[in-house]
């Protein structure tokens, strides 16, 4: 079975402190994904990663940043945490790069983070 | 740029049929999928069909695509309770991540 685990379930962080989300998958896969979850708002992509060290910008990049050390792991870093970034943030994996063959892509179980 | 649409909402009783809809942005799209999220969980892939398909079964589910009118829909036979959930269009364009509908919430009562 596909696993993408993500470090923690619940988060409460302070308005500037700086957050780590990690996430990890175990099938080897080349693409890593960032998606936030907000009600009436769906997915929306924050980052995305197609190899180790490679990131790409996704539809609302403002706020984060991402790391992407070792093929398994790709963290999301919030650098200075902001009320409005409280939500529902979904990690995925996918094996294949560009539009080739099947993407199907693999969550993880979610972070809620609240900023406070 | 285009979003991919989705109604937000369907209520049914069970045994009855759900019928989900979707528009999606990008007639090249070479895949578009159908994912299903529980309460409190991640999302999981229900089923997939390719663009060169126009109708793919599987057990309770059905899905339809229209090309021309760049339409999915999935319907769900003899909904059950467990059914409901947010369920999740997506397509994939070449180059990009999967491009996320907002979801609609599938409520199934008794």
């Known amino acids: 079975d596909v696993k993408v685990t993500q470090s923690s379930r619940y988060l409460v962080k302070r308005t500037g402190e700086k957050v780590f989300l990690e996430c990890v998958q175990d099938?080897?896969?080349?693409?890593m994904f960032w998606y936030r979850q907000d009600p009436g708002l769906g997915l929306r992509l924050i980052y995305f990663s197609y190899d180790v060290k490679m990131k790409e910008k996704g539809d609302i990049p403002e706020g984060y940043s991402v790391s992407r050390e070792k093929k398994e792991r790709f963290s999301l870093i919030l650098e200075s945490a902001s009320t409005n970034q409280t939500s529902m943030y979904l990690c995925?994996?996918?094996?294949?790069?560009?539009?080739?063959?099947?993407?199907?892509?693999?969550f993880g179980q979610g972070t809620r983070l609240t900023v406070v | 740029g285009e979003d991919v649409e989705q109604s937000l909402f369907l209520s049914v009783r069970e045994g009855d049929s759900s019928v989900i809809n979707c528009t999606y942005t990008d007639s090249s799209s070479t895949y578009l999928y159908w994912y299903k999220q529980e309460p409190g969980a991640g999302l999981q892939l229900l089923t997939y069909?390719?663009?060169?398909?126009d109708m793919k079964q599987d057990q309770r589910l059905t899905v339809l695509l229209n090309k021309k009118d760049k339409h999915l829909s999935l319907r769900i036979a003899d909904t059950q309770t467990g059914d409901s959930a947010i369920y999740f269009c997506a397509e994939k364009q070449a180059g990009t991540a999967l491009i996320f509908g907002k979801g609609t919430t599938l409520s199934v009562s008794s």
């Open positions: 069909i390719f663009s060169n398909m």
């Open positions: 995925a994996s996918s094996l294949l790069p560009g539009g080739r063959g099947g993407t199907e892509a693999f």
């Open positions: 099938m080897d896969h080349e693409n």
